[in-house]
């Protein structure tokens, strides 16, 4: 596969275009698969709801879930400063004790 190469899938009636990161680290199948059973899982859950709805639901749905692994993030970034902190005083302690 070219990192440049272009795929085109339809979405709720919408026929979409997807490129690839230039890294290549994104696979668009993948993208593509997660997006499509979140919007089976809303559909099942609220067979009712118009393709519009749906999509605001899914992307809420996935605005919330970064949120959720962002404020995760920040927390166990600051959890490893502390206890990178505690054990550089601890170092400290011990190395000015054995001098």
């Avoid at 979409?16 to 059973?37: E, H, Q």
């Avoid at 920040?74 to 005083?89: F, G, P, Q, T």
Wanted: hydrophobic share 40%.
């Amino acid at each position: 596969m070219s990192r440049t190469e272009e795929f085109e899938f339809e979405i709720l009636g919408c026929r979409i275009r997807f490129n690839p990161d230039a890294d290549g680290n994104l696979d668009p199948k993948k993208v593509i698969g997660l997006v499509l059973n979140e919007i089976q899982e809303i559909k099942k859950a609220a067979p009712n709801r118009s393709d519009t709805e749906i999509a605001v639901l899914v992307a809420l749905k996935f605005a919330s879930d970064k949120m959720d692994i962002e404020s995760e993030y920040r927390e166990n970034i600051n959890k490893l400063e502390n206890s990178v902190s505690d054990a550089l005083d601890c170092i400290e302690q011990v190395s000015s004790s054995a001098v």
